[in-house]
C-alpha cells in the first residue's frame, strides 16, 4: 500500500490478537497467522489511531484443557455456556508458543493503545470488548473498557484485522457492531481455524451491518474512512 491518503480521525485501526501463539509454530497456530503481518504493518502506515487487543492468560485458565484435564478442542459447560478447551497458548507466564508476546515483525507505536483480555481466570475473552459471559469487559489500567477509551478518543469507526476471524477478531467486530461502532473488517488481514467458521462469522458481521472487505477494495475505496 502506498501512504497516499490518511484515515480520518475518528477512524482506527484494531488489530487482533496478532502473536506468535496464533502463527505456526504457535500453540493455538491459526493456518498462514503470520502472512497477515506485512499488510498489517502496511494498513497502519494510513491511521493516526491505532489499537491492538492481546490474549493474556493467567496459568491454569478457564480455557485450558490441561486444567481441566480435558481433550483439546472439547466442549466444557462452564458458568457462562460451551467453552473450547484449548492448548495452553498465550500465557503471561511464557515467551516460547504458549506465551503471549506479539509478532515480532509488526510495527508498534508510542501513541498505539493496548487492551489485554483474558486476563481473568475463570472467563475466557474472544472479544476484546466483553468477555464470554457477555457481561465483564476487559479494561485498560485506566479502568476504560475499549468502547470507552475509544469513545474518549473521538473514534466511532473501526477497521478491524488480526486473529483468528472464527474467534477473536470476528467477535471483536460484532461486539463493536453491538456497541455502535461502525465496522469494516479486512479480510486479507485476517487467518481463521476453520474455512465453515470463517464464513459464518463474515456473514454474521454483513447481517449485523459490518463492511466486510479486502486491503485492495479499501486503498482503492478510501473514501470509505477519509475525511
Ligand atoms: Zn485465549
Not at 1 to 21: F, G, H, K, R, Y
Not at 165 to 187: H, M, Q, R
Request: charged letters at 20%; proline letters at 4%; hydrophobic letters at 40%.
Amino acid at each position: 500500500m502506498s501512504t497516499t491518503w490518511t484515515a480520518a480521525n475518528n477512524v482506527a485501526l484494531l488489530n487482533v490478537d496478532p502473536q506468535d501463539t496464533f502463527c505456526p509454530n504457535g500453540a493455538l497456530a491459526v493456518t498462514d497467522g503470520d502472512q497477515i503481518i506485512p499488510a498489517l504493518n502496511s494498513l497502519r502506515e494510513h491511521f493516526n489511531k491505532v489499537y491492538w487487543s492481546q490474549d493474556f492468560h493467567p496459568d491454569n485458565h478457564i480455557s485450558f484443557a490441561s486444567t481441566h484435564g480435558a481433550e483439546p478442542f472439547s466442549l466444557k459447560k462452564v458458568s457462562y455456556g460451551d467453552q473450547v478447551m484449548w492448548p495452553e497458548h498465550a500465557k503471561q507466564s511464557a515467551s516460547d508458543g504458549t506465551g503471549a508476546q506479539f509478532h515480532k515483525d509488526l510495527v508498534f507505536k508510542a501513541s498505539d493503545k493496548i487492551i489485554q483480555k483474558g486476563t481473568n481466570k475463570d472467563i475466557d475473552s474472544y472479544s476484546a470488548f466483553l468477555e464470554n459471559d457477555k457481561k465483564t469487559p476487559p479494561r485498560f489500567d485506566n479502568g476504560n473498557s475499549l468502547a470507552d477509551e475509544l469513545r474518549a478518543d473521538g473514534v466511532d469507526t473501526l477497521v478491524i484485522t488480526g486473529l483468528a476471524l472464527d474467534y477473536c477478531a470476528g467477535d471483536t467486530a460484532l461486539d463493536a457492531l453491538s456497541e455502535k461502532f461502525n465496522v469494516i473488517v479486512v479480510e486479507d488481514a485476517t487467518r481463521s481455524i476453520t474455512p465453515e467458521g470463517r464464513l459464518a462469522k463474515i456473514a454474521q458481521i454483513v447481517d449485523a451491518g459490518g463492511i466486510v472487505l479486502t486491503s485492495a477494495a479499501l486503498q482503492k475505496n478510501p473514501q470509505l474512512i477519509c475525511a
